[in-house]
Every structure is written in C-alpha cells, then in structure tokens.
C-alpha cells in the first residue's frame, strides 16, 4: 500500500512542478519595470507576444536561432508532421527566433527557403529566453489550453517528437 501512496505523491508533485505559465511578460533589465513581451513578425510589425497564443488553444513554441544547427533539424522534423498534427489535434506551432536585431531579415530568408509553413515569430530583444530561463538550443514548451507549461523537453531528438504527440493528444 505504500509504494502505490508513494508515487502517487511522486506522480501528483511532477505534475505541480510542470505546469508554470508560460511568460507573456517580463521585467525590464536596468528598469524594473513590467513589460509585455514583444515580438515581430516578417515584415517588421511589433505585437505583444500573448496576441499569438490567447488562451483556449494548446500551443507548441519552439525557441530557435537560424545560427543552431540542431534547432533547424528540429524545426525540419517538426515541419514533417506539423500539417498532420494540425488536422488531428486543435494546437498551434510557432517558432519564436532568438537572433539579435540586426538578423531580423535572415530569420525570415532562412525559414522562407526553408519551406516552413508555421508561425515565425521575432524575439528580438530576449525577453522570453530571460523569462524561460533558456541557456541551449532549441527548446521547445507544450503549452495547455490555461497556458501553462505541460512538457519541455531540452535540445532535440526524435523521440520527443513522439513523446510530444503523445502528450498533445491527452490534453
């Protein structure tokens, strides 16, 4: 009887622990003050990042630099399924870019080329990778439908993909 108490406290605990909002605000650096998190978009239009993932949707946000080899190859992968899933599943992708402002141009060459056909989004200033405590590429957040952070698994690998599905189609 024990063991079964045990991980259930285990089990009741991970799920307490994984399930933090997602930051649509920061604080600014030197100023302290409480700031919406700003992104742009392709042709340069600034919006508050909580615009793109009202709450009521489940949302998959991949953070990446068009400098991170591992974050295209995840990008690539994702791009695979990301029509399939998006028939199968009520959930939306973005990809929030972390290059610094002067490459707002090449993130979208780069995804453009690319053939990406999701979200891309511009974090130009690094708000969000303050405020998810990013410090490797790519990471990538399963966001619920309260916004809350569900999964998050770090760098990337086939399996999370699958792990992934498996998770978006619980919720």
Known sequence: ?????????????????????????????????????????????KSFLKTHMPKGKIYLVSVWATWCGPCRNELQALQKVHCDWLEEYDFEFIAISIDKPTDHPKVFKMSNAMGWDFKII???????????????????????????????????????LKKLEEKIKTM
Do not use: W
Not at 13 to 42: D, K, M, R, Y
Not at 122 to 145: A, C, K, N, T
Not at 150 to 157: I, L, R
């Open 122 to 160: 511009h974090d130009e200033y690094g708000y969000l990778i303050r405020e998810l405590d990013v410090s490797r590429l790519p990471r990538m957040f399963l966001v619920d439908q309260k916004g809350n952070i569900v999964y998050e698994p770090k760098g990337y690998s086939e399996r999370h």
């Open 1 to 45: 009887m024990r063991p079964f108490f045990t991980t259930v406290l285990c089990l009741t605990i991970n799920v307490l622990i994984s399930q933090n909002p997602f930051p649509l605000n920061s604080v600014h650096g030197s100023t302290q003050e409480a700031l919406e998190i700003h992104v742009t978009n392709e042709e340069g239009q």
